[in-house]
């Protein structure tokens, strides 16, 4: 199951870059015990800087 997360999350991120917004997640549950997120506006360049996005070695889309 674990294989095919990242599938299942990484959407999230392109689903709210579509509303003009942005998703920033440190864990989800699957590779934390909880599913750690904020939704800010995409224009917060601020708050963006601060928790900037990547991609870990399991495939998931995540921020620092």
Do not use: F
Not at 18 to 29: D, E, G, P, Q
């Amino acid at each position: 199951m674990l294989e095919v997360m990242p599938a299942m999350c990484n959407p999230d991120y392109t689903a709210t870059e579509l509303i003009h917004a942005r998703l920033v997640r440190k864990t989800t549950c699957a590779n934390g015990c909880v599913c750690d997120y904020t939704i800010c506006g995409d224009k917060d360049e601020e708050y963006l800087k601060q928790h900037e996005e990547y991609i870990d070695d399991e495939g998931y889309r995540r921020n620092k």
